[in-house]
């Protein structure tokens, strides 16, 4: 059976490459099982610290594989929520604190738009193509009810009422999509943007990704309680001692991510 998903590393990037290009990379049960252990594989890994996620072919993901649900249907086998999310999070992919860019390129639709929006930055081709398209077929974007923290609600709200997609530039315009580069660079510039982040502390990093989403649904007090607390783990780390060493030093840090 032909992998769904591609996974290579290069140096500390990661690249995930969803890979039914004739299907327009939807999701099927293989590409779900298979994204979710690539990006388990990468989380795991203490020498990758930023990974990029596209799609082969013409779209970066169009969504679930709606021929794939029919055909459940046909056999009586009953879809449930489980399918598009877990029992604690409106995503159906595991919990990274590693860094997660999406290059975005043609169509991200539906549970497309999900994993762009599981990333933490969307680099997006000036031809792609971004949409919530569940309420056409009768299906619930999960992922939506989280996208509000993200984009204004109104935007929301548009996006899944009219199941219409928007482009690369409207996206960015809505702060949903970081930068919009020609197709032709889009690879270049999420490279590129993956290399600077990589060049920085992975835990430093991580533990910022990690205070920046808890915060959002806690008070004032409790995230400073926290990030109280996971500073002070930060502070033991011998990356926290390597890179003021490496300053008085005049010299790039050689991080560990210990």
Request: proline share 5%; net charge negative; with cysteine.
């Amino acid at each position: 059976m032909a992998e769904t998903v591609l996974y290579e590393k290069t140096g500390n990037v990661v690249t995930i490459t969803l890979n039914r290009p004739d299907a327009l990379n939807s999701i099927n049960r293989q590409l779900r099982g298979e994204l979710a252990e690539a990006i388990t594989e990468f989380d795991g890994d203490d020498s990758a610290f930023v990974a990029i996620i596209t799609g082969a072919g013409r779209a970066f993901c169009a969504g679930r594989d709606l021929k794939e649900r029919t055909n459940d249907n046909a056999e009586g086998i009953q879809a449930t929520a489980s399918q598009s999310m877990s029992s604690d999070r409106p995503y159906m992919w595991p919990q990274t604190w590693k860094p997660l860019i999406a290059a975005v390129n043609g169509y991200a639709l539906a549970g497309g738009w999900s994993i762009a929006q599981m990333c933490d930055l969307r680099v997006a081709s000036e031809d792609a193509q971004l949409g919530i398209s569940e309420t056409k077929w009768s299906l619930l974007p999960p992922f939506g009810t989280i996208l509000p923290k993200m984009i204004s609600l109104p935007s929301v709200l548009e996006l899944v009422f009219t199941a219409a997609p928007i482009t690369a530039q409207r996206a960015y315009e809505i702060g949903f999509v970081n930068r919009v580069v020609p197709a032709e660079k889009l690879m270049e510039e999420a490279l590129a943007l993956a290399n600077q982040i990589a060049e920085n502390a992975p835990l430093a990093v991580q533990a910022f990704k990690e205070l920046a989403y808890r915060g959002q649904n806690m008070s004032t007090q409790d995230i400073s309680a926290l990030t109280y607390h996971m500073y002070d783990q930060l502070l033991t780390t011998e990356d926290s001692k390597e890179g003021p060493k490496a300053f008085a030093e005049k010299r790039k840090p050689q991080w560990k991510g210990r």
